[in-house]
């Protein structure tokens, strides 16, 4: 169905889907299989940065014992001039946290499909960006399973990347079932990266997804002069503090907001802001600070102290991978609209932006009673009450009237007194008593069989209010609230049958009813 349809994007993303002329001007081509080709023109990628990369998946990818055969020829083909990557990013949140970034991976999956067979002369790996340097621990650390909240506790700060997972062990006995890939990952890999990579390795190795960690001191290189200019010019809060006004004139909110230097300062317990005062750079929170010789000389000894916020970021990523298009949420796709004008400044390929996959799973549980409820998939998105006028219309019944037999009551029992005065007028009192117990007894039916039906009703609307709440969690889709677990616990072939339907350059939102 239409996304717009769904009433759960916003105006920013339909608009982008619809290719709004507004919208033209913040980013470089709209993803087809066709705008690909020009992609792949624009896009350069040396010899050394290759190589670069690919020691650095090389180092990264020996925290797994087994290295299943497609990813490592995933990471070989990257040496490859003709080879290049469709990227997705997440934060590494625990047990692959809300069901979108499952979502996110298979849309990068199904994307690389497409562009081989349209592409045959190319080859293109997708790739998943951990980020494994946001320090924003209380966004990552829970996960909710069949209604419950699992959270991780922990006193670590820094980038959560880095977290050691020993004190993890509470949150994996309180697990309600064993869950195998996840407490292995767990349990045996040294930090937050190192599992998150053998999970997303265990779920998606057969299709040749490599995780990435940017936090390593050689791909950090690449990044040394958007430091300089970082800290010498504050280039990119004067670019994108344009493309923001920009955004505004056109009738869009800006979806992030600029620092003057748009880096932090990282080491293992901590991620702090970098700024400037006087001739003085301060890393906010500690008893640090440099001269503009002693940063410089700190950058190019320690790079890998150097970390991008959310305005570099995607800077960083497009200058160490041979990248062609970023698919993101819509909030992430609204957000790089805003970095046009900064890539042009390094004179970097501006990558096509991809609208990740969405979808509404519905389990045969589920879907036994939508259509019990006489319901189609795309008329869940309704508000309850909506959907409840609904299907009263559709139960619609006459009121219950017992008159008519009332009437046939009194015609018998009239047969009856007739008969009586007939033989014994003294029973004629008789015969009127009886009559109106027998009245008073259809009145008493009446009643009952009036209320009997409402409860039917009633049960009919609670069993729609149950529905909506499985399937739009809190009121919202899906894919925001509930976790891959819920759902491979039942149906072991769930990952595979997303890879079946979503087809991302469609840019339409999947129903998938399980049979």
């Known amino acids: 169905m239409d996304y717009a349809a769904t009433g759960a994007f916003s105006d920013t993303v339909r608009d982008y889907l619809c290719c709004s002329e507004q919208l033209q001007p913040f980013y470089n081509h709209f993803p087809t299989l066709e705008a690909f080709e020009a992609q792949l023109k624009e896009k350069s990628f040396s010899e050394a940065q290759r190589q670069t990369l690919h020691q650095a998946l090389q180092e990264q990818y020996t925290s797994l014992s087994d290295i299943h055969p497609k990813v490592q020829q995933n990471i070989d083909l990257l040496l490859q001039p003709n080879t290049f990557t469709i990227t997705t990013g997440h934060q590494l949140n625990i047990f ?26 190319y080859n293109f790996v ?3 960006w951990m980020a494994t340097e946001d320090h924003d621990f209380a966004e990552i650390n829970h996960f909710n399973l069949f209604g419950k909240k699992y959270t991780w506790e922990t006193d670590q700060t820094g980038a959560v990347g880095r977290f050691s997972l020993e004190d993890m062990e509470p949150l994996l006995a309180e697990l309600p079932e064993a869950y195998p890939i996840f407490e292995e990952a767990y ?6 990266a190192d599992a998150t990579r053998a999970i997303t390795h265990a779920l998606f190795g057969e299709y040749g997804l490599v995780s990435i960690d940017g936090d390593h001191a050689e791909l950090k290189k690449a ?8 800290l010498t010019e504050q280039l990119s809060n004067k670019l994108v503090e344009e493309a923001s006004a920009q955004l505004e004139e056109a009738g869009y909110k800006p979806q992030v907001y600029s620092r003057e230097i748009n880096l932090f300062y990282l080491t293992d317990t901590l991620r702090e802001r970098l700024v400037q005062e006087d001739d003085t750079y301060k ?3 500690t008893d640090t600070s440099f001269t503009l010789e002693e940063i410089r000389q700190e950058a190019q000894a320690h790079p890998e102290r150097f970390s991008p916020n959310v305005i570099l970021r995607p800077l960083y990523e497009e200058l160490i991978l041979p990248n062609l298009a ?7 796709v609204a957000y790089w609209f805003q970095l046009k004008a900064l890539f042009a400044a390094y004179n970097v390929a501006f990558p096509v932006l991809m609208l990740r996959n969405s979808a509404l799973y519905i389990s045969r549980s589920n879907a036994n009673r939508m259509h019990k409820l006489g319901l189609e998939p795309q008329e869940l998105f309704q508000e309850y009450q909506e959907l409840k006028k609904q299907l009263s219309a559709q139960i619609h019944e006459e009121d219950i009237d017992l008159t008519a037999q009332r009437k046939a009551v009194a015609a018998a029992f009239a047969e009856v007194e007739k008969l009586a005065k007939e033989i014994d007028p003294t029973l004629v009192k008789a015969v009127g008593a009886e009559e109106q117990k027998a009245h008073n007894a259809l009145q008493m039916l009446e009643k009952k069989i009036s209320k009997a039906r409402d409860n039917k009703h009633e049960q009919t609307f609670k069993q729609l209010e149950n529905l909506k709440d499985k399937l739009f969690p809190g009121g919202s889709l899906q894919e925001r609230k509930d976790n891959l677990l819920s759902y491979t616990t039942n149906n072991p072939d769930f990952i595979p049958a997303l890879v079946e339907a979503f087809d991302p350059l469609e840019f339409k939102f999947t129903i998938l009813e399980e049979e």
């Open 326 to 332: 970023y698919i993101g949420g819509g909030a992430e």
């Open 283 to 285: 890393v906010l929170n």
């Open 126 to 128: 997708p790739v998943y």
């Open 187 to 192: 349990r045996n890999s040294r930090n937050l």
């Open 96 to 121: 692959t946290g809300p069901l979108y970034f499952v979502y996110k991976i298979v849309t990068a999956i199904n994307t690389c499909k497409q562009l081989q067979e349209r592409y045959p002369d």
């Open 223 to 230: 990044l040394l002069p958007v430091v300089e200019k970082e």
